[in-house]
């Protein structure tokens, strides 16, 4: 399979931008897409449709839903579903400044630009804590069947699924903690990047061990750490041919199925939470037949 937007599989960039966009009141939402799809190549930037947009069109996206709530969850995580996502990857933060402004004057018919995010590639990939992130992603194969989804037909074929958070670190309170106490919050050695395996339950790769759930809850994270003058955190990205698996994911670490909290809720708290899905890539341009945008 090869009609997929490329960015989903690559490897993080040096540098990204997280833009959300709502559609703007009297605006031709199609127009925008008709122009959106000539411009977005799914490897420099990657697109992803809200259900709400999807709805407006009169289009039903199969899987596609807003963001979950869950009963008995013992953290609130935000809703805040958004029109459309754009993520823009590269290595120079200036080109994708330009290009924030190429996309934003592209869609203003259409589109809002409610929210941008700057991400960037800390190390060899790892969160602000110091920690690994990503360690157990599917590659290779794997990662195609985890996160790409196939023989669902023309338009959805090589479409795949996002969840997109953004979460905002005590950085403070984390790195003042002994060292010991910080891997047993992840459940991994810092030093090392090596499982625990008497770490505690609610230590956070214990609550998410994607091979522990019925069945296995497998996502390819494309998460990256974000930083202004004030805050800094992770903007968590997390691909799959459903959502079912992200949602068995977050649905444990908020203790909705047993009570326990994940500990990176000590430190770290999510201020939004968004749905997409990511359209298939038709002659190196979007495909959005499932939105009944034809070129």
């Known amino acids: 399979m090869s009609n ?6 690559a490897d993080v960039p040096k540098q990204a931008r997280y ?9 031709d939402a199609r127009a925008a897409l008709q122009k959106l799809a ?7 930037v990657v697109v992803g449709i809200g259900a709400g947009l999807a709805k407006s069109l009169n289009s039903c996206i199969v899987g596609l839903t807003s963001f979950p709530q869950f009963e008995n969850a013992r953290v609130e995580i ?8 754009c993520w823009l990857r590269g290595d120079d933060r200036g080109i994708l400044v330009h290009h ?21 590639r800390f ?27 196939g023989n669902a037909g023309e338009g959805l074929d090589g479409s795949s699924f996002v969840a997109v958070q953004q979460w905002v670190h005590n950085l403070d309170d984390f790195l003042s903690r002994p060292e010991t106490e910080q891997d047993d919050t992840i459940g991994r050695r810092k030093s090392d990047n090596e499982e625990i395996d008497d770490a505690p339950e609610t230590a956070h790769v214990k609550r998410t061990a994607q091979e522990d759930f019925d069945p296995e809850a497998f996502i390819l994270r494309r998460s990256m750490p974000w930083a202004d003058a004030a805050h800094e955190g992770l903007v968590f990205v997390a691909f799959g041919h459903s959502f079912n698996a992200f949602h068995a994911l977050l649905k444990r670490m908020v203790g909705a199925d047993d009570g ?3 500990a990176l809720f000590s430190f770290t708290t999510p201020v939004t939470g968004s749905y997409f899905w990511c ?17």
Not at 19 to 27: A, D, H, I, P
Not at 78 to 85: C, F, M, Q
Not at 279 to 295: H, S
Request: hydrophobic share 40%; glycine share 12%; aromatic share 8%.
């Open 38 to 44: 000539d411009f977005a190549d799914g490897k420099s």
């Open 123 to 149: 190390d060899i990939g790892r969160d602000l804590t110091g920690y690994e992130d990503g360690t157990e992603n599917p590659v290779d194969d794997l990662a195609v069947q985890a996160a790409i989804l």
């Open 78 to 85: 935000p809703v805040t579903n958004a029109d459309l996502w």
């Open 19 to 27: 833009l959300s966009f709502s559609v703007s009141e009297n605006g």
């Open 100 to 120: 924030t402004h190429e996309l934003v004057n592209l869609l203003a018919g259409g589109f809002v630009c409610e929210q941008i995010i700057d991400g960037f």
């Open 279 to 295: 359209p298939p890539i038709l002659d190196g341009k979007l495909d959005l037949r499932a939105l009944g945008i034809n070129r």
């Open 260 to 262: 326990q909290v994940d």
């Open 4 to 9: 997929y937007q490329t960015g989903i599989l």
